[in-house]
């Protein structure tokens, strides 16, 4: 399951509409890319920071899992997604691990990215995503 690099971070916000000026002028650079993924309830907001990348996720429905994260948690850090060349083979064998998996196959996610899910309570607390194109 070798990671090749912090793909993204994942940022959990109320408003896009809010959060990009903030954090434009706080990593100097402009939101690149937004997105809906309408089967995760989402719509994103992309910045790059060379080969890392910061994703704001703004709920788009009361029941999403971002809402219901914001409702519990607060705004802040949602997950951390770490690129990997063989998804599929990861999930199995961090499954293998003894990590419970939240995706046990590969699902679309925002840029055209294939994601799946690692639970918190098996990462120390951290919801982790692992991603590939």
Known sequence: MKPTHIEHLGIAVKSLDEAIPVWEKMLGTKCYSIEEVTEQKVKTAFFKIGQTKIELLEATAEDSPIA??????????????????????????????????????????????????????????????????
């Open 68 to 133: 219901k994260f914001i409702e519990n948690k607060g705004t802040g850090v949602h997950h951390v997604a770490l690129a990997v060349e063989d998804l599929q083979g990861s999930l199995n064998e961090a499954a293998e691990l003894g990590i419970q998996l939240i995706d046990k196959t590969p699902r679309k996610g925002a840029e055209g990215l294939n994601i799946g899910f690692l639970h918190p309570k098996s990462t120390g607390g951290v919801l982790t995503e692992l991603c590939s194109e």
